[in-house]
């Protein structure tokens, strides 16, 4: 979501619908999105052609929550208020509220139905830029060095268990980012971590080991392994002279390599938790970052300013569409992935899943006669299945469908998608009936020319010929 539409939800006691059109990034991408385009079409910068999916985003961010595209109508069956709820394009890398939508409804989901109370850790680890080239361009390799990265976790806490046998399984669910925080190319891994072991035991129970002395010493010899077994891996699928992994074993500091484990969340801060696996399942770009300096340059804000950080960006509108067609991931891209107990056809999933406590709904945001979940629902869809009100209120504690009139619960009556119907509900509220117009493509600038400044010749026109040639006589 937006920053002014964090404002409004966080208002008291009423929620107000956001208006995409009147953000920076809706505005930059209305203007430039048909040039931009164009210019990669015709290998502007040495860029190729943008890929279906990368233009297919950009275009339905333009119509998420415009009205003109169809609305979802809400009533109070008391008072007989109303307001319309314009759809969303459901967008996985552009859109700054669906993204949210998402990051919100993974941590929401993993809070309440996969991860038990127990206590989480999160392991990070980065490569070197060297083979951050690789495993930006080759799934197979980042699926080989995230299970080389937890498998050397797994043995880590199997060691910090104590009475725990060498069946124990961790439970961890990974995060491939691909991104940095100034929107660069920068993949690296987030995984949250239970913070111990589990082993089964009879009838179909299971046993949970806690860590304990887990400190900066054993992180540092996870980070000391991986990078040995990491750099053995590249070596072996001709990706890396030997001679060059045997430097970079012994260079110092790390060698570009790190591995972080500090962050631990307490079995009871429920609320730590779910802001962790907000962290680790975030958007690539931040709206409330974005400033427009003028109609030619952008400014995006850096979140590690000072030594070491990155500073603000500064950018032009056809850059920042650069930025951000890289990031957007292609289809039937997993987000997060599951491993150890978690995985999918592990045999001890539903016995520990089963330890996870659903929250209930605030209650400064619960409606009155808010309804459950039926019983006769399937169980996989109560698990995942978030309504939009519900995770509004799981933000922000205001939840959307209650009156602000009376206090009775709204309910949506119907979803409008005819066009006669959607411009005579809008002319009648006093809404635009049309979308934004998306700009077409612009030209080059002009150049400047000396002899244009002087007066006398027009940069548009061509010069005439030296000499005549008729062409016909070319045939």
Known sequence: MDGACRARARAPGRFQPRRPSQSVL????????????????????????????????????????????????????????????????KGRGVCPSCTARRMVATAAHLTDHVLPQLALRQWVLAVPKRLRYFLQRDADLQGAALRLFLRTV???????????????????????????????????????????????????????????????????????????????????RGLLPSDDALAMVQWEHGGGFSVDGSVRIEADDRAGRERLLRYCARPPFAL????????????????????????????????????????VPPPRVHRHRYFGVLAPNAPLRAAVTALAVPAALPAAAAPPGH???????????????????????????????????????????????????????????????APPRIAPARGPPRWDLPDARAGGLDPQTQPAPEYEFDQRLSW
């Not at 809706?26 to 990669?40: G, S």
């Not at 427009?292 to 920042?320: F, H, V, W």
């Not at 009139?405 to 006669?420: K, L, Q, S, W």
């Open 26 to 89: 809706y505005r930059c991408i209305q203007e430039h999105l048909e040039t931009w385009l164009i210019q990669c079409r015709d290998g502007h910068d040495d860029a190729g052609p943008v890929p279906d999916y990368v233009e297919r985003e950009f275009r339905r961010y333009l119509e998420c929550g415009i009205l003109a595209h169809g609305f979802a109508r809400a009533r109070c069956g008391q008072c007989g208020h109303d307001f319309l709820i314009a759809f969303s394009c």
């Open 154 to 236: 797994e043995s880590c806490l199997r060691t910090h268990c104590p009475g725990a046998g060498p069946a124990a399984r961790l439970g961890a669910v990974a995060f491939i980012h691909r991104f940095g925080s100034a929107l660069n190319a920068h993949l690296h891994f987030h995984c949250v971590v239970i913070d111990g072991v589990f082993e089964s035991a009879p009838a179909d129970a299971v046993v949970f080991h806690a860590a304990t002395g887990l400190d900066a010493n054993a992180i540092a010899q996870v980070q000391a392994l991986v990078r040995q077994r990491l750099l053995r891996v590249f070596v072996r």
């Open 288 to 327: 409330d970052r974005l400033r427009e300096l003028d109609p030619e340059r952008l400014l995006y804000e850096g979140t590690k300013p000072g030594p070491g950080g990155n500073g603000p960006l500064l950018l032009t509108p056809l850059q920042l569409l650069d930025r951000l067609a890289a990031l």
């Open 371 to 433: 309804p459950a979940p039926t019983a006769d629902e399937p169980v996989h869809r109560r698990a995942a299945r978030y309504a939009w009100a519900a995770l509004l209120a799981r933000i922000y504690e205001i939840f959307p469908l209650v009156c602000p009139r009376c206090g009775a619960e709204m309910r949506i009556i119907a979803f409008v998608t005819d066009a006669p119907t959607i411009h005579h509900i809008l002319v009648h509220l006093g809404e635009p009936t």
